[in-house]
C-alpha cells in the first residue's frame, strides 16, 4: 500500500506541477464555460417562451435543456483530452531508459500500473469536477433536480477511469508519446462511434456493436437513470487494459520464449468481461434518479401489465398481446422504443414484440394497413389497433383499450360559459383535453339544450366551470343520467351560480361560494392551495399521498345533512389547518384578507368530495366527484406536480375503470 500511494504522489505532483496542467484544465474550464453560458441563455429564451406559451411550459427542465446537452458536449472534450494525460504514464520512461532502473525496485508490476493509473484517474477526476462549479451555480437562481446531476458526473468519472485505463495500456506498448496518444484517441472515437456500424452488421454482430457502444452506455447516465448494465460495462472496460497493462510489464523482464504464459490472465478477464456483461444484460437493475421518475415505467403501467394473465384467460381470441413496431433502425428513436417495448416484456411474459423494417415488411404493412414509419400495430388474436406515438402512456392505453374492449365517452357539458377544449391560452382546457385523449377517453362537447338529454352511449359528463344558471330541461336530464348509472365531474369555482349550487344540494352536496386562504406565515397569505398529505382514504386519491396539488381560489365544499339513504359521500382531499374560509366579499379575490374569527371558518377545510347514489333500478349507483375548483386543470396547472393524476383518477373511478388508478409517468419538470 506504501509503494502504491508513494507511485500516486508521485505521478499527480508531476502532473500537476508540470505546464500541462494549467494548460489542460484552463481550456477545458473555458471551453465548458463558454458553452454553459450559451446554453443559459437559450434556456432563458425558452423559459419566455414557456411563460408565454402553457402548453410548451410542461417541457422546459434545467436537467433536459441545460446539464444534459452540456454534458453530452463534454463528452467529446473528455474523449480529446483523456489520451493527453495518460501518454506520459510509461513511453517517457521507455524513450529515456528510466524503466530499466524502475524494473530493478522490488516493485511488482501490478503496483506500477494501478498507482499510475490511479494517479491519472484523479488528474482526470479533478479535471471534470472543476466544472462542478458551472452547474451548482445554478442552484443560487433555481431549484434543478440534484439526482440527475450526481448520475451523470457519476457516468463521467467511470468513462474518464476506463479511458485512462486504456490510455495506460496503450502507454505500455508504445516508447513514443504521439503514438501513444494517437491510438488511444483512435480507440476512444471507435468505441464512441461504434453503435453507427450495427445497421450494416447482420445479428449477433449488429448487436456486439450496440454492446461495446460507449456513447450509448453514458447516454442512460446522461438522462440520470443508474444501471447495472452500464455500470459494470465501464467497470470491465477498466479491467481488461489494466490486466494487458500488467502483462505487458511482465513480459518485458522475460525471455521472448516465456512471454505467452503471462497472457494468460488477460485472456481470462475477457471471458469473464463477457460473462459478467451478459449477465447483468439478463438480470438488469437501474434506478431512476429523477425528480418525477419519467425514465422509469409508470405504477399504472406496472400494475397493467402484470394483470394481463388473468384478463388475457378471458378472452376466446388470443393468449397474448403482440406490438409490432415498424422503425427504420437508423431512427433516431428507435433505441427508445426498443427499450421501452423491452421494458413491457420483462413485467409480463405475455407481451410480445417484434421490431420491423417498413422498407422490407411490406406484406405486415398492407395486413395492418400501416400508412406511415413510426407506427405500433397492437394484436390481440385476430384484434389490432394502431398507434402513432411512440411513448409509454399511448402504447399502454392501447394494449388496456385491446384487451378490454372499451373506450369509454366523455361528455363536456358547453353552453354554460365553461373552459374551452380548443382553447391553448392560460385559461383553456387543452391540456386538460390532451391528457383525457391519451389516456383512450373518447371527448365529445355536450350541449344539453340541443341534444335534449345525455346520450346513451355515454359514461361521464364534466362540468367545468360554469357560470351561467342551468335550464331545468339540463338539470333534468343529468338526474336521469345519474339514475341510471352514469356519472358526473362537477369543478366549481367560487361564486358558483345560484342555479347549480341548488342542484347539488339535491345530491347534499354544499358549494359555500367562500374562499380559501392560507397563512404560511404571518405575513404571508396565499389563495392557492397546496395538498400535500390532506387527502382522504379512497383509492382515488390514496396514490397521491406525499404528492402535491394545487387549486388556485378553491372554495370549501361541503356534504349537507338529510334523510336520503340512498346517497352516500366522502371527502377526497382538504385544506391544511393553516387555512381559512374567508368570507368578506372585499377581500375574496383580492386585498389583505385576513382572519376574522366570527365570521371565518377555520381550517383543514373540504375542498372536492366524491358521491355515489343508489339507483332505483337494478343497474349501479350513479356517481359524483364535486371539486370547488376548475382552475387547477386550466393549460398553465393541469400538468403541475399531481394535477394530472388526480384527474385522472378521478376520471377512472368515475367511469368504473379501477385499474387506471394510479400514478402516471409525467413529461420532465417544467422549470421556466
Known amino acids: 500500500m506504501r509503494q502504491w500511494q508513494a507511485i500516486v504522489r508521485r505521478e499527480t505532483g508531476a502532473f500537476f506541477h508540470s505546464a500541462m496542467a494549467p494548460v489542460l484544465l484552463g481550456g477545458f474550464l473555458v471551453l465548458v464555460g463558454f458553452l454553459f453560458a450559451k446554453m443559459m441563455v437559450g434556456y432563458s429564451d425558452l423559459s419566455t417562451n414557456a411563460l408565454q406559451s402553457a402548453r410548451s411550459g410542461n417541457y422546459v427542465n434545467l436537467a433536459e435543456s441545460v446539464f444534459r446537452p452540456l454534458v453530452s458536449t463534454m463528452l467529446i472534450f473528455v474523449v480529446l483530452l483523456m489520451p493527453s494525460l495518460t501518454m506520459r504514464l510509461f513511453s517517457p520512461e521507455y524513450r529515456s531508459g528510466r524503466y530499466n532502473l524502475l524494473a530493478s525496485w522490488p516493485v511488482a508490476d501490478h503496483v506500477w500500473v494501478l498507482g499510475k493509473w490511479w494517479a491519472a484517474v484523479l488528474s482526470a477526476w479533478v479535471l471534470l469536477g472543476s466544472t462542478l462549479v458551472f452547474f451548482l451555480s445554478v442552484w443560487l437562481f433555481g431549484s434543478p433536480e440534484p439526482g440527475p446531476l450526481l448520475t451523470v458526473f457519476l457516468g463521467l468519472f467511470l468513462l474518464a477511469a476506463a479511458l485512462t485505463a486504456w490510455g495506460l495500456f496503450f502507454s505500455t506498448v508504445f516508447s513514443h508519446q504521439i503514438l501513444s496518444y494517437f491510438v488511444t484517441l483512435v480507440l476512444a472515437m471507435l468505441l464512441f462511434m461504434v453503435h453507427l456500424l450495427e445497421r450494416f452488421l447482420p445479428g449477433v454482430l449488429g448487436q456486439a456493436a450496440l454492446d461495446l457502444s460507449l456513447l450509448l452506455h453514458f447516454e442512460r447516465f446522461s438522462r440520470g437513470v443508474l444501471d447495472s448494465r452500464d455500470v459494470i460495462y465501464f467497470l470491465l472496460l477498466m479491467l481488461v487494459p489494466l490486466t494487458g497493462a500488467t502483462a505487458l510489464l511482465a513480459g518485458r523482464r522475460l525471455p521472448a520464449r516465456r512471454r505467452g504464459a503471462i497472457w494468460l490472465p488477460p485472456l481470462l478477464a475477457m471471458l469473464v468481461a463477457c460473462v459478467l456483461y451478459a449477465l447483468a444484460g439478463y438480470f438488469p437493475v437501474s434506478l431512476d434518479t429523477t425528480g418525477n421518475k419519467r425514465y422509469s415505467l409508470a405504477p399504472q403501467t406496472v400494475k397493467i401489465l402484470r394483470g394481463l394473465g388473468q384478463d388475457l384467460e378471458q378472452l376466446q381470441d388470443g393468449n397474448d398481446v403482440v406490438v409490432y413496431g ?26 410480445r414484440f417484434e421490431m420491423l423494417n417498413p422498407e422490407t415488411e411490406l406484406e405486415m404493412l398492407r395486413r395492418y394497413d400501416v400508412k406511415v414509419a413510426r407506427t405500433m400495430v397492437v394484436t390481440v388474436g385476430d384484434r389490432h389497433t394502431l398507434v402513432l406515438q411512440p411513448q409509454e402512456s399511448g402504447l399502454i392505453n392501447a394494449v388496456y383499450r385491446l384487451v378490454h374492449g372499451r373506450r369509454p365517452v366523455i361528455g363536456y357539458l358547453q ?11 392560460l385559461a383553456g382546457y387543452a391540456s386538460t383535453e390532451q391528457a383525457l385523449t391519451e389516456q383512450g377517453y373518447d371527448v365529445r362537447p355536450l350541449v344539453l339544450s340541443e341534444t335534449g338529454g345525455v346520450p346513451r352511449d355515454c359514461d361521464l359528463v364534466i362540468l367545468a366551470g360554469p357560470r351561467t344558471d342551468p335550464l331545468t330541461p339540463e338539470t333534468v336530464a343529468l338526474d336521469r343520467f345519474l339514475a341510471r348509472g352514469g356519472s358526473v365531474l362537477a369543478l366549481c369555482d367560487p361564486p358558483t351560480p345560484s342555479g347549480w349550487v341548488r342542484w347539488l344540494a339535491g ?27 390532506s387527502y382522504g382514504g379512497h383509492e382515488i386519491v390514496k396514490p397521491l399521498l406525499g404528492v402535491r396539488t394545487l387549486f388556485p381560489f378553491a372554495q370549501p365544499i361541503g356534504i349537507l345533512e338529510g334523510k336520503d339513504t340512498s346517497i352516500e359521500g366522502a371527502v377526497l382531499l382538504g385544506s391544511s389547518e393553516v387555512s381559512w374560509a374567508e368570507r368578506d366579499p372585499g377581500t375574496r379575490f383580492s386585498g389583505r384578507a385576513g382572519f376574522d374569527p366570527g365570521e371565518d371558518v377555520q381550517g383543514p377545510l373540504p375542498m372536492a368530495v366524491l358521491l355515489e347514489k343508489k339507483s332505483d333500478m337494478s343497474g349501479p349507483p350513479g356517481r359524483m366527484v364535486v371539486v370547488g375548483n376548475s382552475e387547477w386543470l386550466n393549460n398553465s396547472m393541469a400538468n403541475r406536480d ?16 379501477e385499474d387506471l388508478i394510479e400514478l402516471r409517468g409525467r413529461d420532465p419538470f417544467s422549470q421556466p
Open 415 to 425: 353552453g354554460h360559459g365553461e373552459h374551452q377544449l380548443d382553447n391553448t391560452e
Open 326 to 351: 415498424f422503425f427504420q433502425r437508423h431512427d433516431p428513436i428507435y433505441d427508445s422504443v426498443d427499450g421501452l417495448l423491452r421494458s413491457f416484456r420483462q413485467q409480463n411474459r405475455h407481451f
Open 507 to 533: 345530491y347534499r352536496v354544499a358549494l359555500t361560494g367562500d374562499v380559501i386562504i392560507t397563512a404560511s406565515s404571518r405575513t404571508t397569505i396565499s389563495r392557492l392551495t397546496e395538498v400535500v398529505d
Open 642 to 657: 399531481g394535477n394530472r393524476d388526480l384527474l385522472l383518477n378521478m376520471v377512472g373511478w368515475l367511469a368504473r375503470e
